[in-house]
């Protein structure tokens, strides 16, 4: 079945820094991405979603400036976390489209755990 | 906006059948889904029924829509300790025929007791 490839799993980083989270499809090709936050104990909140070869769409409150996506590729797109400071602590998940038209269509990574020191 | 609502605790006994349900706000979604996520993990996908469907069952599986009433479950039979996990619904976000993004309850957390 469908594979979406989603690292690193953990990462620690020190306020201040980037954090690049790299999604990939294996087997199949991502027409579109999209990228979520889950805090504990709550649902997934809907951070962006990227199409191939175009500019990434934010949902409202969340800071383009800050989560830089990238999806140059139709197996690879990029969550960067820029200047990140504790509370962008949270767990990643990206979730790669499969196509048009297909209901069962949605692949999700395993997850990045975000800690920021 | 729309809206998808579930219990968030659910507690059964090794062997017994659990039902977790959900409702949702868009009456247009044409697929909901159920997804299955374990500590730290990544969600996997149980299932999913086509809104024009009223079942669909798949081993252990047994997805119930109610599209009247906006009413959507999920029965394990025979649970397992493995199936201990928190459980979502999700409601697809068309737009004009395009596929959108998938709206999530906040989850289901079904313990198992042996």
């Known amino acids: 079945g469908a594979v979406v490839s989603q690292h690193p799993s953990r990462v620690i980083c020190k306020s201040g820094t980037s954090v690049k989270i790299e999604c990939r499809s294996l087997?199949?090709?991502?027409?579109?991405m999209f990228w979520y936050r889950q805090f504990p104990k709550q649902s997934l909140m809907l951070m962006a979603t990227?199409?191939?070869?175009?500019?990434?769409?934010?949902e409202q409150g969340v800071e383009k400036d800050k989560f830089l996506i990238n999806h140059a590729s139709l197996t690879l797109s990029t969550l960067t976390v820029t200047s990140a400071h504790p509370e962008d602590s949270s767990f990643y998940i990206c979730s790669a489209l499969q196509g048009a038209g297909s209901g069962y269509g949605y692949t999700f990574g395993s997850g990045t755990r975000l800690t920021v020191v | 906006g729309e809206d998808v609502e579930q219990s968030l605790f659910l507690s059964v006994r090794e062997g017994d059948s659990s039902v977790i349900n959900c409702t949702y706000t868009?009456?247009?979604?044409?697929?909901l889904y159920w997804y299955k996520q374990e500590p730290g993990a990544g969600l996997q996908l149980l299932t999913y029924?086509?809104?024009?469907?009223d079942m669909k069952q798949d081993q252990r599986l047994t997805v119930l829509l109610n599209k009247k009433d906006k009413h959507l479950s999920l029965r394990i039979a025979d649970t397992q300790t493995g199936d201990s996990a928190i459980y979502f619904c999700a409601e697809r976000e068309d737009y004009g025929g395009s596929q959108g993004n998938l709206i999530f309850g906040k989850g289901t957390k079904l313990s198992v007791k042996p």
């Open positions: 087997d199949f090709q991502a027409t579109t």
């Open positions: 868009d009456s247009s979604s044409t697929y």
């Open positions: 990227s199409n191939e070869g175009s500019k990434a769409t934010y």
């Open positions: 029924i086509f809104s024009n469907m």
